[in-house]
């Protein structure tokens, strides 16, 4: 093993081409500052330098090595500042996996803005659904995540952390019947077929639904079921049924396919940042940025589309 002290030794006579010059420079005397250089070229089988009686100069040997060394001392030199960073949060990496519909939300402008104050977080995002999440934080492969839930249903077992609380509203084909009105009647679309996500990638929001029916007095008919919400959008706009879906949607423009929220009595949804404790340093400085960009729970921020919906 090279130690890093003889290779700054080397780096000192390369650079001085002169021993007396060097071993001032290192605080040393000559004697030992040659045998060390001599003990460098005995580990590597090379010789370093060439040396004469009035000169030193680098063989090919030493030329190559040169760049090298000063790198791996450069590197040594920020071996205490990487670790002070990465045990401060300030550097790493952190994956994040989140759900489609707060990509049309505030999750992009939060993730610049983390960027741009956390220049050494490297960000592996993974779009997913929550039962990809569960088993990807069993499997190690996740940090943290954003997911989507029935308000005040966040996954047992995790820290938590309300960022999003909208409306959901009614995707429907633009010729639709129903789709005249501002606000929709909820009697004019209860028996219409119903386009709706798996159980298994929201159980909460999905028995939110079906329960808001039954509350109603109505029994959905469900034609089809997606994982993906901007695939139950692209499926209203073919006429397979309507679809409901976050108001933060609404920023996906499909042609064909406009938004009505529900007049009276409406189903909320709810997006929350998920994570396990203890938490990494990166993990807890993305949650205090997230924090710091939402309210308190109880005081949860409203996407515009939320607003807007909510207005018609």
């Given amino acids: 093993m090279i130690e890093l002290r003889t290779l700054r030794q080397f780096v000192a006579v390369a650079e001085e081409l002169h021993f007396g010059r060097a071993a001032e420079r290192l605080h040393m005397t000559q004697p030992p500052l040659s045998v060390a250089i001599q003990g460098l ?27 090298r060394a000063r790198r791996l001392l450069a590197d040594a030199e920020a071996l205490p500042r990487t670790a ?26 939060w993730l610049s803005s983390f960027r741009h104050a956390h220049v050494d977080v490297a960000l592996q995002l993974r779009e997913a659904t929550l039962d990809v999440q569960l088993a990807a934080f069993e499997a190690d492969e996740i940090d943290a995540g954003f997911v989507l839930h029935a308000p005040g249903a966040a996954p047992p077992g ?35 077929p119903l386009l709706i996500f798996p159980r298994a990638i929201a159980p909460s929001l999905y028995d939110a639904v079906l329960g808001f029916y039954r509350h109603m007095g109505a029994t959905p008919r469900i034609a089809q ?16 049924g ?5 108001a933060s949607v609404m920023q996906l423009q499909r042609p064909g396919v406009v938004y009505r929220p529900l007049s009276g009595a409406t189903l909320q949804c709810e997006t929350s940042l998920i994570w396990r404790e203890p938490a990494q340093p990166v993990v807890q400085r993305f949650v205090g940025h997230v ?6 729970p109880g005081q949860r921020r409203q996407s515009p589309a939320s607003k807007r919906a909510g207005a018609r």
């Fill in 242 to 246: 309507l679809a409901w879906v976050p």
């Fill in 158 to 192: 995790f820290a938590a952390w309300p960022v999003l609380l909208e409306p959901l509203v009614l995707a429907l084909p633009q010729e639709h019947a129903a789709a005249g009105p501002r606000k929709l009647a909820f009697e004019r679309i209860a028996a219409e």
């Fill in 84 to 109: 002070q960073a990465a045990a401060a949060g300030l550097a790493g990496q952190l994956r994040l996996a989140f759900v489609s519909s707060i990509a049309y939300g505030p999750l992009p402008a």
């Fill in 291 to 296: 924090r710091s960009q939402t309210r308190a």
């Fill in 41 to 67: 070229e005995r580990d590597l089988g090379a010789a370093l330098l060439l040396r004469t009686q009035r000169s030193v100069a680098l063989s090919p040997a030493g030329v190559a090595l040169l760049p």
């Fill in 225 to 240: 079921e997606a994982i993906q919400m901007q695939t139950l959008v692209n499926l209203v706009s073919s006429g397979m």
